[in-house]
């Protein structure tokens, strides 16, 4: 009776993702009786609180393309930290083929400034404040997968505080500590 309750409480948390369809690519192959019409479809998929995932997939209908795209966007999550939920904790570039990305923080209020692609990935991840730019390759593909690479290479104080050994209030409190000293040098 327990394992049942679990099962469906699972079920449930995995009905608030927010999926969004990028791109779909409509290809054609020249057969012996004329064309086979063949569609790719670019998906995201996002919880809006941290985690995302991408997936694409092929069919010979739209929807069927669809389908098996989220389905590969929810197997391949994974989770991104974010600062006070809305931003990123630090500037960050990402590269993926020719396709190259650089994304910034921004204060709250800014929105999201981001072209494309990328602001489908903004959008489910749940980040409310970014600037973003594309440079190189405008393939929705390769510009997924370098914002991707670049959100999985943030480090939060969390994460650096455990790599050093130290507390996450040690790191936070100096990074604070050298502006204020930097503000007395200006004023002196």
């Known amino acids: 009776m327990a394992q049942s309750l679990d099962r469906h409480n699972k079920a449930d948390k995995k009905e608030d993702l927010v999926e969004k369809l990028v791109f779909v690519n409509r290809v054609a192959k020249t057969v012996k009786g004329g064309r086979t019409m063949s569609f790719a479809a670019l998906v995201v998929v996002g919880d809006q609180k941290g985690r995302i995932g991408f997936g694409s997939g092929k069919a010979a209908e739209v929807p069927e393309a669809i389908v098996k795209a989220t389905n590969e966007a929810k197997k391949n999550m994974v989770r991104i930290p974010l600062r006070e939920g809305r931003t990123l904790h630090h500037d960050i570039s990402g590269r993926f083929g020719a396709g190259k990305v650089v994304l910034r923080t921004a204060?709250?209020?800014?929105?999201?400034?981001?072209?494309?692609?990328?602001?489908?990935?903004?959008?489910?991840?749940?980040?409310?404040?970014?600037?973003?730019?594309?440079?190189?390759?405008?393939?929705?593909?390769?510009?997924?997968?370098?914002?991707?690479?670049?959100?999985?290479?943030?480090n939060s104080p969390r994460m650096v505080a455990a790599k050093r050994g130290k507390k996450v209030g040690d790191i936070v409190s100096r990074r604070e500590n050298t502006s204020n000293v930097k503000m007395d040098k200006e004023e002196a």
């Open 107 to 154: 204060p709250a209020g800014t929105g999201v400034i981001a072209g494309g692609p990328m602001r489908a990935v903004f959008e489910v991840l749940g980040v409310q404040d970014v600037v973003a730019k594309s440079l190189g390759s405008n393939n929705p593909y390769n510009m997924i997968k370098a914002t991707m690479a670049a959100l999985q290479s943030i």
